[in-house]
């Protein structure tokens, strides 16, 4: 048993296609199932059904690749320890972060760790959560920034800040005259949510109950007002600046992007508050955690992330 082999069974896995994962491994195809075979006649079982049209990994196959993905993240950890003094802030970190974070916290990020790091540039992915959780997973990325809760075995996550739920508005709106607004008052109003699937849509409705009543009410009765089409929060933030109606954005969010005052309109929750913690995650066998630390550090330092805690005490205290 080799890593090479333990490294072709990994990539298999996750291709499930042998010329693929051939690819992926820069070796020829051949090469690739000879290796995969020999492994599998040393263990005794089969690793892989195979067919003409697909390769399923087998139950005692996927107990043995989950361990032999933690062989190769170990080896990375025996590499830096054999190198003594190695800098681990000068090569790339690969980040991932969802779709409703990334594009807002990320301007602000960079510039930050840039000038902590300067030799620690990002590969950078958005994506939905469970894309990030499986690529995490996989070792294809070093880190990423989701929302809680995030369970996943032998990842740790570090709370980085809570953002809170404002609503954005048409500047000529009726509520725009109120200091504060109610979920419930938002349940009379035409809706703009993510689609279903969204991470941020379940988090809204979760934290927001009389929503819920109104999508289920308004699905029932098949009424056009409540639209849950939309792919972005940029989609859905040009829509209420068209008048169609009014969503409900995570503060960065609301506030990344100025229209001019007599367009849109932003207005917080009356308490409770809706708010959603943010956090980075990370594999606990990954090598090199004064990246980690450094990432997280930068973090913190962002105004975005402050502004987030300043508008933040209503949800603190219900913690």
Not at 244 to 267: C, F, M, N, W
Request: charged content about 25%; glycine content about 4%.
């Amino acid at each position: 048993m080799t890593l090479t082999e333990l490294r072709y069974v990994v990539t298999l896995a996750r291709e499930r296609h042998f010329g693929r994962a051939a690819e992926r491994c820069h070796v020829s195809q051949p090469t690739l199932s000879v290796a995969v075979k020999k492994l599998e006649e040393e263990l005794g079982i089969s690793l892989f059904e195979r067919s003409k049209s697909s390769i399923r990994v087998t139950e005692v196959g996927q107990r043995i690749i989950d361990q032999a993905q933690t062989v190769l993240d170990q080896v990375g950890v025996i590499k830096d320890l054999a190198q003594d003094g190695k800098n681990q802030l000068n090569s790339p970190l690969k980040v991932g972060a969802i779709y409703t974070i990334g594009p807002y916290l990320f301007p602000h990020l960079l510039p930050e760790l840039r000038r902590a790091a300067p030799e620690m540039p990002l590969f950078i992915e958005e994506n939905y959560t469970a894309n990030l959780r499986q690529k995490l997973r996989h070792s294809e990325l070093d880190a990423i920034i989701i929302a809680l809760p995030f369970d996943e075995p032998e990842v740790v996550t570090l709370p980085l800040y809570d953002e809170p739920f404002v609503v954005l508005l048409p500047a000529d709106h009726p509520l725009t005259e109120k200091d504060e607004i109610t979920a419930e008052e938002m349940a009379e109003e035409q809706l703009l949510l993510l689609g279903p699937g969204h991470c941020f849509r379940d988090q809204v409705l979760e934290s927001c109950p009389p929503l819920v009543d109104a999508v289920t009410r308004r699905a029932g009765e098949s009424q056009p007002g409540l639209v849950t089409e939309g792919s972005s929060l940029e989609t859905i933030r040009h829509m209420v600046a068209s008048g169609l109606g009014i969503t409900v954005l995570p503060l960065s969010a609301a506030t990344a992007i100025k229209y001019q005052e007599d367009i849109l309109a932003v207005r917080p929750f009356a308490a409770p508050v809706p708010f959603r913690t943010v956090a980075l995650a990370w594999r606990v066998t990954f090598p090199r955690p004064k990246a980690i630390d450094m990432l997280s550090l930068a973090a913190s330092q962002c105004r975005v992330i402050e502004r987030a805690k300043e508008a933040t005490p209503a949800a603190a205290a219900q913690k």
